[in-house]
């Protein structure tokens, strides 16, 4: 059961990173992830509720990777860039290379404001973990979130979010 969620899930976020949300059928998913549309239906209502959890599962799945840099050795520095690494920059090189990635972001945000909210508490959560300071961190998050508003090329997108953490820890923490 738990394979065959995470092979759905899968192929769901390729067909809609690589088709766009309307141009994904639950045939095309079904057939991508190996199963009948049928037992597509089993585990998800229909495509909007297939692509919240999509975008659940994506981001979310994330944090406790984010959470377990918050809680390891390193300068603050060092954790800052890994928690960012982690929510940021490994899921943008999935998504810089796929045609429909600006609109699956798009999507993200109309679909499911409660996911993405989660999200941004949790990842506040774990930039607070770092800086050891909520409202540093909210800066620090508004700042992040800024730096893919041009969806910029993976290498440029690294570079801005070494520049971002160095100018909050630039006490060489």
Not at 87 to 105: D, G, K, T
Not at 117 to 138: N, Q
Not at 145 to 157: A, N, S, W, Y
């Amino acid at each position: 059961m738990i394979a065959r969620r995470a092979r759905i899930l899968d192929a769901a976020r390729w067909c809609f990173l690589n088709f766009g949300f309307s141009k994904s059928s639950l045939g095309d998913i079904a057939q991508r992830a190996g199963i009948s549309r049928t037992l597509l239906y089993r585990g998800f209502k229909d495509k909007e509720d297939l692509f919240m959890q999509v975008f659940d599962d994506w981001l979310l799945s994330r944090l406790p990777l984010a959470m377990e840099v918050v809680r390891a050795e390193g300068s603050t520095r060092e954790r800052l860039f890994g928690v960012c690494r982690c929510v940021l920059l490994e899921p943008w090189s999935e998504m810089e290379a796929a045609p429909m990635s600006s609109e699956f972001l798009e999507v993200c945000q109309g679909l499911s404001p409660e996911v993405a909210e989660r999200h941004h508490a949790l990842l506040l959560e774990c930039l607070d973990g770092v800086l050891d300071d909520a409202e540093v961190a909210r800066v620090f998050l508004l700042a992040l979130e800024g730096q893919i508003e041009d969806k910029p090329r993976l290498d440029v997108l690294e570079r801005r979010v070494r520049i971002l953490v160095d100018r909050f820890t630039a006490d060489g923490a």
